[in-house]
């Protein structure tokens, strides 16, 4: 799905040759590993990681005479896990010195990659930092600056009026380096058009919000690569009038889930299929939405101790409550259970689904995706497959399911150590003993203990 991804294809190849990787090696010792190649758990294994990648698994492997040994009896092992729809780094400076606490909250929640769903120079630096080994964070695949037309709804947005001026945007963005094209639903047909034309030249997928002028079977059509927050499926049979009231957040188009027919949505889902369109539908957000005194509610967050007093009143200040409604709310309390039924459709015919958060100030970095996963559960998924969703999808949508997303030799050790089984009840990824990202372990408590550094400083970054 995505253009060749050089940065994290070298780490991987050349890990056994990086001064910084090569002599580390890890042995993950009887442990249960759930491959998520497989929905059998593997009892007893042992896996030997060196440099940036999986060497072994299995119940009886050569084990490196210097490797550190990390414990795993009674516990369980799984591939990192994918928030396919976050917003971090924005403010980020490449000559900042100290660890991120929004990098670390993912790491220590076992999000191992994110794909960061607006970008900017500064995040293509962070991305590149981090694939160097030179910050701590999950892998980042940074997506464009956030494409708009008129009646923009984000004052940061690049505004594109015309298919010339799409062209060149994209031949912008590709030239710098970014992963995909981010489009929203204010763009026009004729340079929403342009858009995909020109990005299909460049091998840039695009993913992002349904232009209401082309509609949501037109954007599969056309090829784009995957719709966020169910938004496009929402705007059947209204006028674009109507659809751009209070920036597309009107209680009239939140009302078309509940008007949405069983048969019309079936209709959608086949198209989906058809299309090969996937969806990252980022619950958490529409929950947060629902029940917007939760805003107000984050100095009860059990994760509250350590996070910046930055980062705790971009939380209680971001404003969400006010640019959504008290009818718009109601409605999509109204609409969440046909957006549950939609996506159970949807994995029920084969359609392709991953897990995001939508990350932003109101949601805590990495673990609103543990949030994100019970809602899979919660529309009908079993935990494997909610957890599908969250690592060998992701990874196939990326075009790296060779490399990253299940527990095999030659596969990225992005790996997460529980100490109970996710497969039992999704709760249990709270249970996180440590994570280990592009080959560097980190323990949840030393995460936590750096997290606590971080909050105390009067400076804290978030």
């Given amino acids: 799905m995505l253009k060749t991804h050089l940065s994290f294809l070298t780490a991987i190849v050349l890990c056994f040759g990086h001064p910084a990787l090569a002599a580390q090696s890890y042995v993950f010792e009887n442990v249960t590993v759930i491959s998520m190649a497989d929905p059998v758990p593997q009892s007893n294994q042992t896996v030997v990681v060196t440099g940036a990648a999986i060497v072994a698994v299995g119940s009886s492997v050569d084990i490196p005479a210097d490797a550190s040994v990390i414990a795993g009896s009674g516990k369980f092992l799984i591939p990192g896990l994918a928030d396919m729809h976050g917003h971090i780094g924005a403010d980020y400076r490449p000559d900042e010195s100290g660890d991120r606490a929004d990098l670390l909250l993912y790491l220590a929640s076992g999000v191992t990659t994110v794909r960061n769903a607006v970008g900017s120079p500064a995040q293509l630096q962070l991305e590149a930092d981090i694939a160097a080994g030179k910050r701590r964070g999950p892998r980042l695949f940074t997506a464009s600056e956030l494409f708009e037309g008129e009646n923009a709804v984000w004052p940061f947005s690049r505004i594109l009026l015309t298919p010339p001026e799409a062209r060149a945007a994209i031949e912008e963005m590709a030239a710098s380096g970014y992963d995909a094209i981010k489009v929203y639903h204010t763009l026009d047909a004729q340079t929403y058009y342009a858009v995909m034309d020109e990005a299909d030249r460049f091998d840039l997928p695009v993913f992002g919000h349904v232009p209401f002028e082309v509609g949501v079977e037109e954007v599969m059509t056309l090829g784009q690569a995957s719709i966020e927050h169910f938004r496009g499926y929402d705007i059947d049979g209204l006028s674009r009038d109507v659809l751009e009231i209070d920036g597309g957040r009107s209680p009239e188009r ?209």
């Fill in 254 to 462: 939140f009302a078309s889930w509940v008007d949405m027919t069983d048969a019309r949505m079936d209709e959608l889902v086949a198209a989906t299929v058809e299309a090969g369109t996937w969806n990252c539908p980022t619950f958490v957000v529409v929950s947060l939405l629902i029940e917007a005194d939760r805003l107000a509610a984050y100095s009860a967050h059990p994760m509250i101790d350590y996070m910046p007093g930055e980062f705790v009143r971009r939380f209680e200040e971001s404003g969400l409550a006010e640019i959504f409604s008290p009818a718009s709310r109601e409605m999509l309390a109204r609409a969440r259970p046909q957006m549950l039924k939609l996506l159970k459709k949807l994995h029920d015919a084969g359609a392709k689904l991953m897990t995001g958060t939508d990350t932003f100030p109101s949601v805590v970095p990495g673990f609103a995706l543990i949030d994100e996963i019970k809602a899979f559960v919660e529309a009908g998924l079993t935990p494997y497959e909610a957890l599908t969703a969250a690592t060998r999808l992701p990874a196939e949508y990326l075009g790296l399911d060779d490399l990253q997303g299940t527990i095999a030799p030659g596969m990225a050790a992005d790996l997460v150590l529980l100490g109970a089984d996710p497969l039992d009840d999704v709760d249990n990824l709270w249970a996180v003993d440590g994570v280990m990202a592009n080959g560097r372990w980190h323990s949840r408590d030393d995460l936590l203990d750096e997290l606590l550094v971080i909050a105390a400083k009067p400076e804290g970054h978030p």
